[in-house]
């Protein structure tokens, strides 16, 4: 909703470059991560998600890399559009959970 | 959209008085989940539900109860609201650990 936004990391990116998001998770026994996409007013919107048996997960024009060597998330947007400025936040769950942890998100600006 | 819907979307109350946030979902997920959200802080858990008339504490539980008598209705009630409960609540289901997470549109609740 409106809270979202203050205070967060911005990246601004022009249209059609690619946009990398980046996320440190906290918890070594996570082993299932969620990318989400908030735009103002609205709630958390799923967009893709990789389990901790894989490295990469591609969807469609995004891309979820995995490193749990160094417990970090990225999501990479290809083709960037104004329609993806929003904020962007990354979950964690480990298996057998129903709890899940989430970042407090970066905020992506399209520039035209 | 997963069908999720919250209301009410905006509350404004005093400080002392008790407030119930609805829920309402059509996807027939097992698992509710409310969360708040403020300005600094990724989603914090509040309370969530594993099923008819089961619920779990979160880690931000104090001062909230939640009631679940049907599968589709999700309850959150601050018994006696304070100022520092204002803030966006979100609703969340999930069909089990492990899977995604899928939010309401949020209520903006301030308590003055």
């Known amino acids: 909703g409106e809270n979202v936004g203050l205070h967060l990391p911005t990246l601004s990116v022009q249209e059609g470059d690619n946009s990398i998001i980046n996320c440190a998770y906290s918890?070594?026994?996570?082993?299932?991560f969620i990318w989400y996409k908030q735009e103002s007013g609205k709630g958390p919107q799923f967009i893709i998600d990789?389990?901790?048996?894989?490295d990469k997960r591609q969807g469609q024009r995004v891309t979820v890399l995995l490193n749990k060597t160094v417990k970090h998330l990225s999501l990479q947007i290809a083709a960037t559009q104004p329609g993806d400025s929003a904020v962007y936040f990354c979950?964690?769950?480990?298996?057998?959970?129903?709890?899940?942890?989430f970042g407090t998100g970066t905020r992506l600006k399209v520039l035209a | 959209d997963a069908g999720i819907t919250q209301s009410p979307r905006h509350k404004v109350t005093e400080t002392g008085t008790p407030v119930t946030l609805r829920c309402h979902q059509t996807?027939?997920?097992?698992?509710m989940y409310w969360y708040r959200q403020d300005p600094g802080h990724g989603l914090r858990l509040i309370h969530y539900?594993?099923?008819?008339?089961?619920?779990d504490k979160g880690e931000v539980s104090d001062g909230y109860s939640v009631s679940r008598s049907k599968t589709e209705d999700f309850l959150l009630t601050l018994e006696s609201a304070t100022s520092s409960q204002t803030s966006v609540y979100f609703c969340?289901?999930?069909?089990?650990?492990?899977?995604?997470?899928?939010f309401g549109d949020g209520t903006r609740l301030s308590i003055l």
């Open positions: 990789i389990r901790s048996n894989m």
């Open positions: 979950a964690e769950n480990v298996v057998g959970t129903y709890k899940y942890i």
């Open positions: 996807e027939n997920h097992r698992y």
């Open positions: 918890n070594s026994a996570s082993d299932y």
């Open positions: 969340a289901i999930s069909v089990g650990s492990n899977q995604p997470q899928h």
């Open positions: 539900s594993y099923g008819v008339k089961d619920t």
